[in-house]
């Protein structure tokens, strides 16, 4: 990669310079001539104005830096999202185009690494992408900023509030699985926002690949979605992502297979990048203007906000306003900007609009504000974040065990971090509860909630946690509910399962389609009737089914499911499960504890066979005496307790139930504990 040189002139004590510098010389005369050639890169309107400002200085100081390292030219930045389904392979894409525009070096243990990007420890344990992270590479004299998004409709909000840092986008789609809601909805939200869009039909290497159809149905969808005709002249390419491979053309390989034939790595993908995706808009000699997009965190430097440069410059040591709803709520010094640049953010002096930057030294800022110049305070138009659709009541806990796992249980310390969750989580909402030590929390669904309540267990919080209920509303008079579109695929034998249960769940059938070895359907269902459908039929099917819904919009309150739910086994004692007593419970129902368990009053430990709630001494053991019985003893065998995890168990919940999270423990209960 070829580097342009710019000068910059100090006086001629010695200064300390953070830049990358080369050279120091030292000039007494009046006359000096530096030749400002940058190789293509030109910055002359601003660095001619500072050179002349010290030029007729007897004594100066030119000190050579790479201009590459520090700033970079509006018409060589390409701003990008990869954009897809969940699973569709946008990480694995993402760490091979880090790999091959080598911003690792040979040695390094990235080379060898996967999710690369998925840093967050949820992310690796549950394969998926929670946030949107922004990364940049370096392909010839381009800089690339790459922002890489969620696939889960849950964390729409995450695509919502990034996609309008970007000028284009690669639209991942998996050859065997095609166009499914989530495909649907980010592709929407891009082309409302006119972003360019490349096609990438990964995973053709997949022996089920159906790659032909897939494209077909891709343009049907733009045919739809498209608000421009020239969204519609969009390129295709085919990948085989975890190799690392882009081109234009495949060929046949073994078992109905595909393999790119003409390339062998993603140098195909960066051209087009280059080529189809425009620079960014916006002109450098305008007053500054950002929108902070995204906030991150760290010890040293604090909090940084995140965004797009709309308009003009930005260096460190400036002045800037902070804007929220339109009016100037503060004013701050910027201490420290940074380009991002692989996994890392690189401090530069100075940055102008196009390029991707993080910033320290803001007070009060939130996603959303605007920072502009002191001179121009013009606000840039509010992010469209959607509303949240569910909700769930998270409390404080008043469990006999309250205090002995969690090092903060109190209602202060849970509205601290619910209200901090607030500053980076765009989606959520928070309001009071019914009482002083309960909050409502409103989210995207069950996983998005989920994810909350165990980043927020995992960090030492102790609460109760009640079902989740959908958020009902009131427009002329009349209750509307959320309703979803459900997208279901499941191997040919299940599909009576599926469509006994969309039955029992009163959807209605949108669509269906026979694909080479399984079945696709499309509902049209209530959030309330979808709640604990996913853990369901992943059992009926043995975990064959993939399941995926996005948000539709709000109609007339339909007719609600029977609940079928199984009553519960309730423990009438505090103290151990003994399995002399566990072994007796499991004649009643399924247990869902082990001996040696710490039981407490009105805490759930099985699962009942009858058709009402079951209470029973579980810390009961054997009556032991000095007489020898006339029956030989025997060793008590007791089956393996069913194990929920956290999403099964909110859904599981009753209306009289709660759920008592801890950092190390997971705890059924009823919420009256003083019946039994």
């Not at 909350?452 to 009902?472: C, D, K, N, W």
């Not at 709630?613 to 020898?628: A, E, H, P, S, Y």
Request: proline residues 4%; charged residues 25%.
């Amino acid at each position: 990669m070829s580097h342009g040189w710019c000068t910059t002139l100090l006086p001629s004590h010695p200064q300390p310079w953070s830049g990358s510098s080369a050279t120091r010389l030292t000039d007494k005369t009046n006359t000096l001539s530096v030749n400002f050639s940058l190789l293509g890169i030109q910055y002359f309107p601003y660095f001619a104005k500072n050179f002349t400002k010290h030029f007729a200085k007897q004594s100066c100081e030119i000190i050579f830096f790479r201009l590459m390292d520090q700033i970079m030219d509006q018409t060589k930045i390409r701003n990008i999202a990869i954009i897809a389904h969940v699973d569709h392979g946008k990480t694995t894409l993402v760490d091979n185009m880090l790999k091959q525009a080598h911003v690792f070096k040979d040695y390094q243990a990235e080379m060898n690494q996967t999710t690369i990007l998925d840093s967050n420890d949820l992310e690796r344990e549950r394969g998926v992408t929670i946030l949107a992270k922004n990364t940049a590479v370096n392909w010839q004299d381009y800089k690339i900023n790459i922002i890489d998004t969620p696939g889960h409709a849950d964390f729409s909000g995450e695509v919502e509030r990034v996609l309008t840092m970007a000028d284009g986008c690669i639209v991942l789609v998996d050859a065997t699985e095609g166009v499914l809601s989530q495909t649907r909805y980010v592709l929407k939200l891009a082309l409302e926002l006119k972003l360019v869009p490349i096609l990438v039909v990964n995973k053709v290497d997949r022996k089920d690949q159906r790659a032909t159809e897939v494209i077909e149905e891709i343009n049907n969808l733009f045919l739809e979605l498209a608000t421009d005709a020239k969204q519609l002249e969009f390129k295709t390419l085919f990948a085989v992502g975890k190799k690392g491979v882009v081109g234009y053309a495949t060929h046949p390989s073994d078992k109905n297979s595909l393999l790119v034939s003409d390339s062998k790595n993603l140098s195909p993908l960066f051209k087009e990048i280059i080529t189809s995706i425009p620079c960014p808009k916006g002109d450098p000699d305008e007053e500054f203007q950002m929108q902070i997009t995204t906030l991150d965190f760290d010890d040293y430097k604090g909090q940084y906000g995140i965004g797009k440069i709309s308009q003009g410059r930005i260096k460190k040591g400036d002045t800037v306003a902070i804007l929220r709803n339109g009016q100037k709520i503060a004013q701050s010094k910027i201490e420290y900007l940074f380009t991002f640049y692989g996994l890392n953010k690189k401090e530069i002096p100075m940055a102008q609009v196009g390029d991707i930057v993080a910033i320290t030294g803001l007070s009060q800022i939130n996603i959303g504000d605007t920072l502009t110049s002191l001179n121009k305070l013009v606000a840039l138009p509010d992010l469209p974040i959607s509303e949240p659709c569910m909700k769930i009541e998270i409390s404080t806990s008043n469990s006999p065990f309250v205090g002995q796992e969690g090092k903060y249980s109190t209602s202060r310390q849970l509205q601290q971090r619910l209200q901090k969750e607030l500053e980076t989580n765009v989606s959520l909402r928070l309001t009071q509860g019914k009482t002083g030590d309960s909050f409502i929390v409103s989210g995207r669904g069950e996983l998005h909630l989920s994810i909350l309540i165990e980043t927020m267990r995992r960090q030492g919080y102790e609460f109760s946690v009640a079902r989740p209920e959908v958020i009902m509303k009131e427009i002329n008079g009349q209750t509307y509910e959320p309703y979803e579109l459900l997208t279901i695929e499941t191997p040919k034998e299940y599909q009576g399962n599926i469509i006994k249960e969309m039955g029992r769940r009163k959807a209605k059938l949108q669509n269906m389609q026979t694909l080479k070895s399984s079945m696709r359907f499309d509902y049209k269902i209530s959030t309330r009737n979808l709640i604990g459908f996913r853990n369901e039929i992943l059992t009926q099917t043995s975990g064959k089914t993939i399941v995926n819904s996005v948000f539709l919009n709000y109609e007339p309150l339909g007719e609600a499911m029977e609940n079928h739910r199984h009553n519960v086994i309730i423990s009438s004692a505090t103290g151990p499960a003994l399995s002399y007593a566990l072994n007796k419970t499991q004649e009643r129902g399924q247990t869902l504890v082990t001996p040696g368990t710490e039981v407490y009053k009105g805490m759930i430990v099985g699962i009942s066979n009858r058709k009402e709630d079951i209470v029973m001494n579980v810390c009961k053991g054997k009556n032991l005496t000095n007489m020898r019985s006339s029956v030989k003893d025997f060793t008590v065998q007791i089956a393996p307790p069913l194990t929920m995890s956290l999403e099964q168990m909110l859904t599981f919940l009753g209306p009289d139930e709660l759920l008592e999270v801890t950092p190390k423990n997971l705890r059924l209960r009823k919420k009256d504990l003083t019946r039994y």
